[in-house]
Structure formats: structure tokens, C-alpha cells
């Protein structure tokens, strides 16, 4: 009589593992779809071919655009904030942000293509994001909530305007000072 092999079911910690691989995926997909044509045109077919996952594998993940949107944001948000907390003192913290932004394919395409998504960004300032930017920025640089508001300001002008490598360490200089008055 042949054997009957019996598969194993996954463990937990296997199918959360992969899960976040498939999501980490799927954003990665979503940047390099974002960086190239922007909010507007990015859709989710080109999302699920970008991530090489199935496109009902995007959708187990995230219900709609809007969703990846916000998903990706929180993202961003984390990884900046660790980039923030891994530098050395106040001057690092603005000038390594300031860069990163400068750097960022998605902020500078959607600048581009779409700035009234930015300008909205700007002008929302009592959001939940708003304020979890704003209280990791004043705990990074040990400032006020007015100072706080400042650099994040400051941070997000740099989408219209960037600061250029020549010209960051002068203007990071001038933003540190004004958080000592």
C-alpha cells in the first residue's frame, strides 16, 4: 500500500512572514508605479504587474488605491522616522531628511505632475499624520510642538523648492539655529 504523504500546515509565524513580504511587495510596486506616472495615472493592474504578485493577491492586501495610498504613507513616515532617530544629533536629523526628500522619486513626481496634492499636505496641519510627524520630529530634535511645526514646514516646502546638495548644509544650519531661540 503506497504512503500518503501529508503536508504540514503553515505555521503563523510562516503566513505572517510572507504576508508581509507580499506587502512589502505591493508597496514597492506602488512607489515604482507612483514615481513614474504619479497618483493620478497609477492604477492597480500596473500596481499588481510592477509587484509581480497576482492581482488578486493586491487585492486580499488593500481594497482600493486610496488604501495603498495611505498604506504607503504610513510607511514612509516609519522609515523616515527611523532615519531621523538613527542620526546623531539635530543637524544630521535636517540635513539627512532634507535629503531623503530631495531623493524621493515619488515626492518629486508627484510635485511634478500633481503639486494641489502637496499643497493640500501643507495646509492640513490638525490631521493624525500631521501630528505623528510633527511629535516624532520634536522628540528627535528635543523642541516645541511651535518648533516642531517649523521643520515640518520647512521639510515640506522642499517638495516645491528643493534645497540643493550645494546649498543643504547652509540651510540646515539657519533651520537648527532658529530651533535654539
Not at 514615481?35 to 504578485?53: F, K, L, P, W, Y
Not at 513616515?77 to 524621493?104: C, G, P, Q
Amino acid at each position: 500500500m503506497p504512503s500518503i504523504s501529508r503536508t504540514q500546515p503553515k505555521s503563523v509565524n510562516t503566513v505572517l512572514v510572507q504576508s508581509n513580504r507580499t506587502r512589502t511587495a505591493l508597496l514597492d510596486g506602488a512607489r515604482l508605479v507612483l514615481s513614474e506616472v504619479g497618483v493620478r495615472e497609477a492604477n492597480m493592474i500596473t500596481i499588481a504587474d510592477r509587484s509581480r504578485v497576482a492581482r488578486a493577491t493586491l487585492y486580499n492586501h488593500f481594497r482600493d488605491k486610496e488604501e495603498i495610498l495611505h498604506a504607503l504613507l504610513d510607511s514612509e513616515i516609519a522609515r523616515m522616522s527611523e532615519l531621523a532617530k538613527s542620526a546623531s544629533n539635530r543637524s544630521e536629523v535636517l540635513f539627512l531628511l532634507s535629503r531623503d526628500i530631495f531623493d524621493n522619486g515619488v515626492l518629486r513626481k508627484v510635485a511634478e505632475l500633481e503639486p494641489h496634492l502637496i499643497a493640500r499636505m501643507v495646509t492640513i496641519s490638525e490631521s493624525e499624520k500631521w501630528g505623528q510627524v510633527r511629535e516624532t520630529l520634536q522628540s528627535v530634535l528635543y523642541c516645541s510642538r511651535e518648533s516642531g511645526e517649523l521643520v515640518l514646514r520647512w521639510l515640506l516646502s522642499q517638495f516645491f523648492s528643493p534645497v540643493p546638495e550645494s546649498a543643504r548644509r547652509g540651510a540646515v544650519e539657519k533651520v537648527e539655529a532658529s530651533l535654539s531661540l
